[in-house]
C-alpha cells in the first residue's frame, strides 16, 4: 500500500511538524492543485462554473472563516450572510470610488472592513457566550441587511437598490462584468481558496489557533494557563469575518455581477454555511471544502434526477431538498458530530492500518 509513514523519515522538528509529515498525503495535495490549475481551466464550461465550481470555491471560503470562530473557537455565529454584505459593499464601494484600483485589493478590501465590523459585533462575546452570543450574532444580521436596505449611499442611491459590478480586469483579462469567460471567473476564486486555505491551515496549526482551541474547550482553564480572552475571541472574529467578508465580494463581483441584499445575504445564506460546517465538520479545513462541496452538488444532483428524469416539479423537488438536508443534519450531529472529515480520517486510518485489524 502507498499510504504508509514507514520509511517516511524525519531529520528534524521541522519536517515532523509540516503541514503534511506524511508524503503520500502531501503529493495527494500536489495532484489536486495540478488538476485544479491545469486541467480544469481548459475544460470548464459556463454551466460548470456557474452551478458548481465558482460557488463552491467562494462557500469554501466562507465556510472556513466560519469554522475558524465555531470550529475552532467556539463562538457561534448566526451573522454570516449579513457579513458576506459588508464584504460585497465595502468591495462596490471600493471598485466605484477608486477605478483605477485592481480588483484584487477591492476584494482584500471588503474583507478587512469585514474584519473590523466583525471586531466590533465580536465584542458581547467577552461577556456571553452560546445561545446569547448566536442571538447577538442574528441581531447582527438583521441590522446589517437593514442598514444596506435603508441607506442609499451603500447603493449609490440606485432606483432599483441594487448594486453592479463595474468592469475589472486581473492581467488584461476581464473577470467581473459582462462578457466575462468562465475559466477566468474560475481562476479568481481559486487563487483566492487556495490561498486563504493554506493561511487557515497553517495559522489553526500555530500559536492562535492553540489559543482559540483552549478557549473552545474550556474559556476559564485557557485563562488560568495564560490565554487572554480578549485577544483570542477578537482575532477569532476578525479573521473569520475577513474570510466571510472575501467570500462575500466574490460573491458579488465574480459570481453574480449584481446583488440586493435582501435576497442574496439574508438569513438563508447565514443557515446555509452554518449547515455547510455542521456536515462537512467543526474544526476542518478540509471539512469545509467538503460541506460546501456537498450542499453545492445536492441541490444539482437533485434537479437532475428527480426534475430531468422522473419529472417531477422543481417546487417539490426543492421541498425535497430542505428534508434531505434536515436529516442529514440531523443524522451527523447524532451519529457522526464531526461530519465528514471525520469520516475522511476514520477511512485514512484504516487504509493505514489494513491488512491488520488494529
Known amino acids: 500500500m502507498f499510504y504508509r509513514e514507514a520509511g517516511d523519515f524525519k531529520t528534524s522538528y521541522r519536517d515532523d511538524s509540516q503541514t503534511f509529515p ?3 498525503d502531501r503529493y495527494r495535495y500536489y495532484a489536486v492543485l495540478v488538476l485544479a490549475f491545469a486541467v480544469v481551466p481548459f475544460v470548464i464550461d459556463d454551466y460548470w462554473a456557474s452551478a458548481i465550481f465558482v460557488p463552491f470555491l ?5 465556510a472556513i472563516g466560519l469554522n ?3 470550529g475552532y473557537c467556539g463562538q457561534l455565529s448566526l451573522g454570516t450572510g449579513g457579513f458576506m454584505a459588508v464584504g460585497a459593499y465595502a468591495c462596490y464601494k471600493l471598485m466605484t470610488a477608486f477605478p483605477d484600483l485592481n480588483i484584487v485589493f477591492c476584494i482584500l478590501g471588503g474583507g478587512l472592513v469585514t474584519a473590523a465590523v466583525g471586531v466590533l459585533f465580536g465584542l458581547p462575546s467577552l461577556r456571553i457566550k452560546g445561545f446569547y452570543l448566536a442571538v447577538a450574532t442574528l441581531a ?4 446589517l441587511v437593514w442598514l444596506f436596505n435603508k441607506v442609499p449611499w451603500f447603493y449609490n442611491y440606485s432606483a432599483s437598490g441594487q448594486i453592479s459590478a463595474p468592469a475589472r480586469s486581473v492581467f488584461g483579462q476581464p473577470v467581473t462584468g459582462a462578457g466575462v469567460e468562465a475559466w477566468a471567473q474560475y481562476m479568481i476564486c481559486l487563487v483566492f481558496a487556495v490561498v486563504l486555505a493554506w493561511a487557515a491551515r497553517n495559522l489553526t496549526r ?8 483552549a478557549i473552545r474547550d474550556m474559556d476559564i482553564a485557557a485563562e488560568i494557563i495564560g490565554v487572554n480572552p ?3 475571541k477578537l482575532t477569532a472574529f476578525a479573521v473569520s469575518s475577513f474570510y466571510i467578508g472575501i467570500a462575500g465580494a466574490l ?3 465574480v459570481y453574480l ?3 440586493e441584499v435582501g435576497e442574496a445575504f439574508g438569513i438563508q445564506k447565514s443557515f446555509l454555511i452554518l449547515f455547510m460546517i455542521i456536515i462537512g465538520g467543526l474544526g476542518s479545513i478540509f471539512g469545509s471544502f467538503a460541506g460546501a462541496a456537498f450542499l453545492v452538488l445536492l441541490p444539482v444532483l437533485l434537479k437532475n434526477v428527480l426534475v430531468g428524469s422522473l419529472g417531477w416539479p422543481t417546487d417539490l423537488t426543492a421541498h425535497v431538498q430542505l428534508m434531505i438536508l434536515g436529516a442529514l443534519i440531523i443524522g451527523f450531529l447524532i451519529a457522526e458530530p464531526h461530519g465528514l472529515a471525520q469520516l475522511w480520517r476514520v477511512g485514512k486510518e484504516k487504509l493505514r492500518l489494513w491488512p491488520f485489524p488494529h
Do not use: E, K, P
Not at 140 to 143: E, G, N, P
Not at 206 to 213: E, I, K, L, N
Open 140 to 143: 447582527a444580521q438583521f441590522f
Open 257 to 259: 455581477g449584481a446583488v
Open 68 to 70: 475558524i470562530l465555531v
Open 251 to 253: 460573491f458579488f463581483a
Open 58 to 62: 467562494i462557500y469554501a471560503i466562507a
Open 22 to 24: 506524511i508524503g503520500f
Open 230 to 232: 480578549l485577544r483570542a
Open 206 to 213: 500555530g500559536t492562535v489557533g492553540r489559543s482559540w482551541m
